[in-house]
């Protein structure tokens, strides 16, 4: 005999797992690979040798961190985005999979939507609690794959992170 379930108990648990991300989440920011800039404005090898590396007043920005591509060059700019997610730090609390494994110290448990993971998924370190003022902010490495849950599994992830 199949149970039928009705639509609006997955509603009524969506409603209530979308306002505890949303009211209870912590804006986090997910810190990308950096992007490769090319610098505009510095004098070309071609020109005489003499003070072509030292930055000239008035020119649009500082070449100490430039790296030569060539004849052109290039600095790295890191890129960030911000997003909300509801952030667990007790083990008590984390989401259970219906498995034990062995989790290092300093490992959060974060839950945010689905269709953000792929965000998540680009990121190579998250940072949470940047905003707290006095305490620095709290830097984290991925610890394994993300497990989409809910009913019917479509509409939000959990995933862990260690302390970097």
Not at 58 to 75: N, V
Not at 94 to 110: R, S
Request: glycine letters at 8%; hydrophobic letters at 35%.
């Amino acid at each position: 005999m199949a149970i039928n379930i009705p639509n609006s108990v997955f509603t009524k648990y969506n409603e209530f797992a979308d306002a505890m991300i949303d009211n209870f989440g912590v804006t986090c920011t997910l810190v990308y690979p950096p992007k490769r800039e090319t610098i505009t404005g510095r004098p070309s090898a071609g020109l005489p040798r003499r003070g072509s590396s030292i930055y000239r007043s008035g020119g649009p920005q500082s070449y100490s961190t430039s790296m030569p591509l060539g004849d052109a060059q290039y600095k790295l700019t890191e890129v960030i985005e911000s997003i909300t997610l509801r952030v667990y730090w007790n083990p008590k609390e984390w989401v259970n999979f219906g498995f034990q494994t062995k989790v290092p110290e300093n490992t959060i448990q974060v839950i945010g939507y689905l269709s953000d993971y792929a965000k998540v998924a680009k990121a190579t370190k998250l940072i949470v609690h940047d905003q707290i003022k006095g305490h620095g902010p709290l830097d984290f490495e991925k610890e394994g794959e993300y497990y989409p849950f809910g009913f019917k599994q479509n509409r939000y992830f959990a995933m862990f992170w260690k302390r970097s």
